[in-house]
Structure formats: C-alpha cells, structure tokens
C-alpha cells in the first residue's frame, strides 16, 4: 500500500489568485518536460516539488526561478546538467527527481541508455561531459571541500562559471529531493530507479 503524501495536493480549481499565477509560471516554463513527463493529474494538481511550493508563493517563485535558470541560463552541456540531477536523485534516493529527469535525457537523447545505468548503479558515465559532471557531483554530495584535481578538471572545461553553477545545481536538486522525502511525493508511475 502507499503511503500518500504529507499534503493533499491542490485540485486546479481550488487554487488562490496567488497560487495560480505560482501554477502558471511553473507550467509554463516547463513545456518542453510536460510534453514527455505530466507534471499535472487528474484534477490539474501539480505534481512533485511543485504542489507544496503552492503554499508559500514568493518562497515557490524563487525555488522554480532558480530551477529554470539552473536548467536553462547555465553555459554547462545539457547532458552535464542532466547528469548532475540525476547523479543527486541517485545519491538521495529521489525517485520523481530520477522519474522526471530519466524522462528528459531519454527523449532529448542527451545520453545513452547505457550512461543511464551507470550512473542508477553509481558508475562513471562513458560520454566526457557525463563523466566529468558525474564525478563532480559525486564529490560535491559528500559535502566536503573538493580535491583539487576535480576543481582543475572542471575549471578546466567550464571555467569557474561551470563549477559555480555545477555547485548550485546539486544544491537545488538535493533541495527538491529534500521536499519530496519529507512531505512523501512520489512519482505517479514507478520510476526505473532501481532496475
């Protein structure tokens, strides 16, 4: 049996002025992902870190401003990104960050199938830029000072902007997979996690 989440999503029709326009931003910004992963159900309640950011509006703008900026306005390869999210879902044991993001990789094709597992098994990614991205958020999630051979490594490639931003992306998605563990958010389908 599952366990529902801490808060009762909130159907479309039940949100406040405020919440709606939170609701819009987050859908719209987002299009590309809901074309491949529905971040809405039945009721049009939003789903994963985006239904509990509704009850505190200005906190839920900047968390999903962020998000997309993390997403979108960084000069990392789409493929670091990604892999970065994923690596973090991993490490958390996330399974919306790892449903969604899984969902992303496989229709952009970003990274092979096989660089998938590797990463879901916490093995080095093949691709360079998945590589080098996997094992920098490896280092980044264990919240110690980095060696100074992955600082030259990813400066080295990205410059300090990539490791900045980098750094920032493995926050916000441990953030998220913060949100989802505590208040129960889960992905509406299995995810392949942990095939």
């Not at 326009?21 to 789903?47: F, Q, V, W």
């Not at 999210?85 to 991993?90: G, K, M």
């Not at 998945?130 to 990205?158: D, H, N, Q, S, Y």
Request: hydrophobic content about 40%.
């Amino acid at each position: 049996m599952t366990t529902p989440p801490v808060l009762t999503p909130i159907p479309e029709a039940d949100l406040t002025a405020e919440q709606r326009e939170l609701y819009d931003a987050i859908l719209d910004g987002r299009k590309p992902i809901n074309k491949n992963t529905s971040l809405t159900a039945e009721h049009g309640e939003l789903r994963g870190p985006f239904d509990p950011l509704l009850r505190a509006p200005k906190v839920g703008h900047a968390v999903q401003q962020l998000g997309l900026a993390l997403r979108h306005q960084t000069d990392l390869p789409a493929a670091a990104t990604e892999t970065a999210i994923l690596t973090a879902a991993i490490h958390h044991e996330a399974e919306f960050e790892w449903y969604a993001h899984a969902n992303i990789v496989r229709s952009r094709k970003l990274i092979s199938e096989d660089d998938i597992d590797r990463i879901r098994q916490g093995i080095e990614p093949e691709e360079s830029d998945a590589a080098l991205a996997w094992k920098a958020a490896t280092a980044l999630l264990k919240m110690k000072p980095l060696e100074p051979a992955i600082v030259e490594e990813v400066t080295g490639r990205w410059g300090e902007q990539g490791l900045v931003e980098l750094t920032c992306m493995v926050g916000h998605y441990t953030h998220l997979a913060l949100l989802m563990h505590c208040l129960n958010i889960t992905p509406p389908e299995p995810s392949d996690m942990r095939a």
